[in-house]
């Protein structure tokens, strides 16, 4: 398989008052097509800031990032915001989805920066709810539904597009075991069957276990890629 992240020293730095402080320091790392990678470390190790600078929501300071060989860190922020949409799924810990919309408008919602018809965003956003086992609650709006559900939701929104990597920020933070683990099992059928590149970070063990690599970041830098030494 053919790398589809490619991350050669990167740097970012943050601006406090007068002071510098540099989070992530000479990161370099390669994710494949078709990986599940697990990204691990303590609070403040710089996961979240890495996260975001693979998903193009923030510039690194200096180094190169490319997905599928585009140069994400010299675009500008329009050129960033549209290729976020075609590229980048994101799934995060609090689900975000809108409380006055049914499942499937929320799912919709992505689409409607593209120009599909309101049928063809119905159509997809119907499959995708299918494909996370949620086609019977499409018309159920958020709090009728449980912490696990809304998760797939989430993800069902993430994937509507069909991107290239898919990007989970503590995806199982808020449920409780067996929700989690059915999460987990959904993003391992979402790479296994269908192929999706997912980067997700976690605190936790088992859902590490989960990933078929695990990369350990502390105090801004990558420790262990979880390759063979």
Same mark, same amino acid.
């Given at each position: 398989?053919? %790398?589809?992240?490619?991350?050669?020293?990167?740097?970012? +730095?943050?601006?406090? &008052?007068?002071?510098?402080?540099?989070?992530?320091?000479?990161?370099?790392?390669?994710?494949?097509?078709?990986?599940?990678?697990?990204?691990?470390?303590?609070?403040?190790? #710089?996961?979240? @800031?890495?996260?975001? =600078?693979? #998903?193009?929501? !923030?510039?690194?300071? !200096?180094?190169?990032?490319?997905?599928? #060989?585009?140069?994400? !860190?010299?675009?500008?922020?329009?050129?960033?915001?549209?290729?976020?949409?075609?590229?980048?799924?994101?799934?995060?810990?609090?689900?975000?989805?809108?409380? @006055?919309?049914?499942?499937? *408008?929320?799912?919709?919602?992505?689409? =409607?920066?593209?120009?599909?018809?309101?049928?063809?965003?119905?159509?997809?956003?119907?499959?995708?709810?299918?494909?996370? #086992?949620?086609?019977?609650?499409?018309?159920?709006?958020?709090?009728?539904?449980?912490?696990?559900?809304?998760?797939?939701?989430?993800?069902?929104?993430?994937?509507?597009?069909?991107?290239?990597?898919?990007?989970? %920020? $503590?995806? @199982? &933070?808020?449920?409780?075991?067996?929700?989690? $683990?059915?999460?987990?099992?959904?993003?391992?059928?979402?790479? *296994?069957?269908?192929?999706?590149?997912?980067?997700? /970070?976690?605190? %936790?063990?088992?859902?590490?276990?989960?990933?078929?690599?695990?990369?350990?970041? +502390?105090? &801004?830098?990558? /420790?262990? +890629?979880?390759?063979?030494?």
């Amino acid at each position: 398989m053919s %790398d589809l992240v490619t991350i050669r020293n990167v740097r970012k +730095d943050y601006r406090r &008052g007068s002071e510098v402080v540099e989070v992530l320091h000479s990161i370099q790392l390669d994710i494949r097509q078709g990986e599940f990678v697990a990204l691990m470390g303590p609070s403040g190790s #710089g996961k979240s @800031t890495l996260l975001n =600078l693979i #998903g193009g929501l !923030d510039n690194p300071t !200096d180094g190169e990032i490319r997905i599928d #060989g585009e140069r994400i !860190d010299e675009l500008s922020s329009n050129q960033l915001a549209h290729w976020r949409s075609e590229n980048v799924g994101f799934v995060f810990q609090f689900y975000n989805l809108m409380p @006055t919309l049914t499942a499937q *408008r929320n799912v919709e919602l992505p689409l =409607l920066l593209t120009n599909l018809s309101a049928a063809e965003r119905r159509q997809r956003a119907a499959v995708a709810l299918q494909l996370v #086992g949620l086609a019977d609650r499409a018309k159920h709006k958020p709090n009728e539904l449980s912490g696990g559900q809304q998760q797939r939701v989430s993800i069902a929104r993430a994937i509507v597009s069909d991107p290239k990597l898919l990007i989970c %920020d $503590e995806p @199982t &933070g808020d449920l409780d075991r067996q929700s989690a $683990e059915d999460v987990l099992n959904l993003l391992n059928e979402l790479n *296994r069957q269908h192929g999706k590149t997912i980067l997700m /970070v976690t605190h %936790d063990p088992k859902a590490a276990e989960h990933a078929s690599r695990v990369v350990h970041l +502390d105090k &801004g830098e990558l /420790v262990d +890629d979880g390759q063979p030494s």
